[in-house]
């Protein structure tokens, strides 16, 4: 199973701390519901997921969100350089 599909069959277990939101927020200049606009993201057809090692780097738009592999937490998300 590819990474991309392990991720979006696992897309209700993905959320984040309150510190994950302030962040996420931050890094992404996005306010709302932080976890819903990530999983939105990480849904999008274009979206690439590749694991490395304990986390799953999602490339999306202009952001990677990292998102730990065994708890699905959302670590953190920045701007592409």
Do not use: P, W
């Not at 590819?2 to 979006?8: G, S």
């Not at 927020?25 to 274009?46: A, F, P, Q, R, Y």
């Amino acid at each position: 199973m590819q990474d991309k599909d392990i991720l979006i069959e696992n897309i209700d277990k993905v959320h984040t701390t309150e510190m994950g939101i302030g962040r996420i927020s931050k890094n992404l200049g996005i306010s709302g519901d932080i976890v819903e606009i990530c999983k939105g993201k990480i849904l999008k057809k274009e979206s690439l997921v590749e694991r490395k090692g304990k986390n799953y780097y999602v490339d999306i738009d202009d952001a990677i969100i990292t998102v730990n592999a065994s708890s699905f937490t959302i670590i953190t998300a920045h701007k592409k350089k």
